[in-house]
């Protein structure tokens, strides 16, 4: 009923990202790169709003980009209707929004969390919690949902070969299609 979404992102919070930046001569994630990660973080979190029986979405990043954070899940909820931003914590202090021109957040924005790095003197972060606004599927609908499903091509088959995790001897089920 709960998911976490953490996918992949700049890492634009996370100090040792800057120091490397700093170190190779970079100012940072390039524009490019940027929008590639944002496409990828928007099929992710879509994807996540379309499991039947998820009341509660978390969305989180170790990126202070807007594009990366308010963007994402603004694009998504413009899809969906049946889920809200509501308040992850609502006693958080967030850090004052930038004025770097542009457009106002999302009326939503306030109720996500932003750990900025120099406001808080921790890595930064952001943390959205969506929930379902709409009612829950019922055992028939989710029901219907499977056989659409079969009717399609069918889910993912899990093959039995294990592979280890790479650089360690730990072993991991594989997923094919």
């Given amino acids: 009923e709960v998911l976490i979404v953490d996918p992949s992102c700049s890492g634009s919070g996370l100090p040792e990202h800057r120091l490397a930046d700093i170190a190779s001569g970079r100012t940072g994630v390039g ?4 929008r590639r990660l944002a496409a990828f973080q928007k099929k992710i979190l879509a994807h996540a709003l379309r499991f ?3 009341r509660t979405v978390v969305y989180s990043t170790c990126s202070t980009h807007r594009t990366e954070n308010e963007d994402v899940v603004a694009a998504v909820l413009a ?12 006693s958080w202090k967030n850090p004052p929004a ?5 457009s106002p957040l999302p009326p939503w924005a ?5 750990c900025d790095p120099a406001t808080h003197r921790c890595r930064g972060f952001f943390l959205c919690r969506l929930d379902r606004s709409g009612p829950m599927p019922t055992e028939a609908e989710l ?3 499977g056989s659409k499903k079969g009717k399609r091509g069918g889910a993912a088959k899990k093959n039995k070969t294990e592979t280890p995790a790479e650089g360690t001897s730990e072993k991991r089920s594989v997923v094919k299609k």
């Fill in 31 to 34: 524009a490019k790169r940027l």
């Fill in 52 to 54: 039947p029986k998820a």
């Fill in 79 to 90: 899809e969906r209707s049946d889920f809200k931003v509501v308040p992850a914590k609502p």
């Fill in 98 to 102: 930038p004025a770097d021109g542009e």
């Fill in 110 to 114: 306030s109720h996500c969390l932003h």
């Fill in 143 to 145: 029901q219907r949902l």
